[in-house]
């Protein structure tokens, strides 16, 4: 699927940067640009966007006033250099709000969190006008970024997450070399719940489906030896017992 965006920015610099970003992404498609609300307004008259990526500090009509004139199917995520409009943004129900300047990864977390409110909802994308087949409640891979690309991962493929200050190293049971990518543990812990990828230490996520053995505080997977902390080892066990793998 394609999300169509909209870019808003009043920043000639800021809005190619946001265009750019948003090309980037495979799963995005860029239909236009506008410097202020007032050109947001004339092009919702003949055109439509899935999403707006929306700054809020503009000449005249603000970022925040005008969300609250847009239709509620039209997503927005806002980009600002301010930070005290966040709850206020949420109020209009907004994606995610992103604090300039804004980096690759970040724009990318903001981006799949779109994919998702959009893949797990039966609504209609403006450039097929057919409703969109709801992919098992959750997509079956993630895209993160290694360097100047982006990496298409097949989730069933990930054994083991390995935490390393502010990146990851996300060990696949078919490559020899880690995927390393500057990820959020916090983040892949939550986005992961679904596929059975559970927190054994503040270090470690690892796959259930990979897990070959549990001995005291050691998983042993088809590659790895991982420690287990007290802190996570009950949780390991309920979600163990959920798949009824006792």
């Avoid at 230490?201 to 030896?225: D, F, G």
Wanted: glycine share 2%; aromatic share 8%; proline share 4%.
């Amino acid at each position: 699927m394609k999300i169509s965006c909209l870019a808003v920015d009043d920043e000639s610099l800021a809005l190619e940067l946001l265009i750019d970003n948003i090309n980037n992404i495979p799963f995005l498609t860029c239909i236009g640009s506008c410097k202020n609300a007032m050109e947001v307004l004339e092009f919702l008259r003949t055109s439509q966007a899935d999403l707006i990526f929306l700054d809020i500090q503009m000449p005249g009509l603000s970022g925040m006033q005008l969300a609250s004139h847009l239709k509620s199917k039209t997503k927005i995520i806002f980009l600002t250099a301010y930070e005290q409009y966040a709850l206020e943004a949420y109020g209009v129900n907004a994606l995610d709000y992103l604090v300039k300047p804004v980096s690759f990864d970040r724009f990318l977390e903001a981006s799949m969190k779109a994919l998702d409110w959009f893949s797990n909802r039966n609504v209609l994308p403006v450039e097929t006008g057919k409703p969109i087949e709801p992919v098992s409640h959750h997509m079956p891979y993630l895209f993160v970024h290694v360097e100047y690309n982006l990496v298409k991962l097949l989730i069933s493929d990930i054994q083991y997450i390995e935490g390393c200050k502010d990146y990851v190293k996300i060990h696949l049971f078919n490559a020899a070399r880690p995927v390393i990518t500057r990820l959020n543990m916090k983040y892949l812990e939550e986005k992961l719940a679904h596929a059975g990828m559970v927190r054994i230490h503040k270090s470690y996520l690892v796959s259930v489906t990979h897990i070959q053995s549990i001995q005291r505080n050691l998983v042993k997977t088809e590659k790895a030896e991982l420690p287990i902390s007290d802190f996570y080892k009950e949780a390991l066990m309920e979600q163990i017992s959920k798949i009824n793998l006792l």
